[in-house]
């Protein structure tokens, strides 16, 4: 397990998230997940849509899920994770935007990440 979080930069990874059986959600939040090698560190993408408000709330969303996510990468599975959020995400607290993120997570990959 890495330490950091990479992007998921290839059309082949979002193909096999599209069709991935590896889902969890929690709230607003939605993870699918494609398991990796065991040496790989975990790749993420972020889907978050204009149904969650202007560009601004768009991208604040993103940011703090990035930071988020960069809490628990040591944690996470190898493997690419695509990660959604819904309109309410953007109401949420910090630390329960991550507890959420947690739970669909580990919905998604049938563990406990930490």
């Known amino acids: 397990m890495s330490g950091r979080a990479r992007s998921v930069t ?9 069709s991935s059986r590896h889902r969890g959600r ?4 939605g993870v699918a997940y494609v398991p990796g090698g065991s040496s790989d560190a975990p ?11 202007n560009a601004v709330a768009r991208n604040r969303v993103r940011r703090r899920l990035r930071a988020a996510v960069e ?3 040591g ?4 493997g690419a994770y695509l990660i959604t959020a819904g309109a309410d995400a ?10 959420q993120l947690w739970k669909a997570i580990q919905t998604a990959t049938g563990t406990n990440p930490g």
């Open 71 to 73: 809490t628990m990468a």
């Open 75 to 78: 944690n996470l599975p190898a």
């Open 26 to 29: 929690s709230g607003p939040l």
């Open 90 to 99: 953007c109401d949420l607290p910090f630390d329960q935007l991550r507890a």
């Open 10 to 18: 290839d059309r082949a990874t979002f193909a096999s998230l599209r």
């Open 43 to 53: 790749r993420v993408a972020y889907a978050v849509g204009r149904w969650v408000g």
